[in-house]
DNA sequence: CGTGATATTGATTCCACTCAATATGAGTGG
DNA sequence: CCACTCATATTGAGTGGAATCAATATCACG
């Protein structure tokens, strides 16, 4: 967690101290697991210290549309910091342990430590990117494209978080939530994979996935991981960052 | 300017008198001039007092993504005050004015009123959300249905913030801006104004818009204005319902 | 009165959808 | 241990919405 701010601003030691107390006690969650749902009243920001879980809305005819897919250290619910209401559902994909940091602690956040505001500002930017750039890929690319970049995004994500090694990860997603992610349907997510795999680009069993040469899967995709980029660098190079248990 | 932030917002006279500080003179610009290219570095919040333009990207093989279309009242540059860069291209659409708010005095924002963090906060959340339900609607909706959410979510925005009459206004793109927005052929959004002109949902002459039957468009479009809501209600006491998983 | 930007219309192609049937495999209980 | 079930995935056939290519049409403006 306090990892993960350090990535969007320089902290002082006044600022882990505050890090440290913020927040509820993480507690278990399970695969499955509705967090919320569209338009339910909000109260807190949910830190995400473990597991997979996607945000989603639903359309008129009961379509599903993924908005984001979040992993550990991401944190859900600034929508309704300002709104009082959930915009999407939130589900857990995976087993997993999450927090929850209450609206009040994050305006008072907000008045104390304006670093961390801007930490706060910055996560929001950069889950904005996400989005904008997977409205880039739906607009104009092919399904195979689609695919190709998903994967890239996911690999790029879980590889400046947690530890994912080079040969593969895991990708708790159905190819219906992949479909309901990028609006393709299932059947050809199933077909655009068989035609991905027959060019050795990747592999997929089960939810294992093997990335044999992701530098030709970025490629295809068009992928520049720019958009991922959490904040001006050159304040970030100079972070002495203690080494701080997380979570 | 100061209504706008007030949508987001309760203001005490304080915050009136140091938004009324705020920023640069504002000064004209011109249809066509591009305020900034993406990756150009960033320095300042853009405030739109008059006029219109939208931010864009391109892909790498030259074709346009319009990401934003924005109108008076709008602030812009919320990307680079965290990264320091511009992530998308802001162009003109017709003459306007525009002033500047250095990140500095934002920054000092957050740090003397936390209201105007969070309304700031929650412009910035509100166009998440326009994003967002961009992004759906692409995913799964028809032509016609992108179109006429895409008119009706102009509509509305006007109606908020400028004054439309109920009789038409003048939308200042093109068809292959409109295109490149929804992520069509520009023949294609032409076929579909035809389209819909025949059904008398709407009228298109050069760049003003009719749109006969608001009601019947926004049911053809899908359309819920929710997603544009600015900010909290008032109405919201403190409800601290703590979000239980539900299996 | 030409010129360039914008828009319309026709012909054709193709990507991805739908419907439908089948396969694969994990988990469960008799 | 096998049979059953349910979720997930694959494959085939046929369709259709929107793209592309290409040829005008319209109109504002200098």
Redesign the pocket.
Known sequence: MIKRFGAHCTLDQGDVALLARLGSEPRQVRAGDILWREGDPAASLLIVHAGWLYSAKYLQDGTRQLLEVLISGDILGFYGLTTGIRCSEAVLLTDGWVSELPYQEVLDLFASSPRMTTALFAMSNQRRAIIAERLMVMARR???EKIAHFLCECRTRLLETAQVSEEGFILPL???DIADAL??????V??T??SLTEEGLVQ?K??RLVIPNPAKLEELAGFDKQYLLASRKETASHTPLPAIPVK
Request: no cysteine; aromatic share 10%.
């Open positions: 092919t399904a195979r159905t190819q219906q609006g393709m349907s299932a059947v050809h199933s077909r994979f068989t997929r089960h939810f």
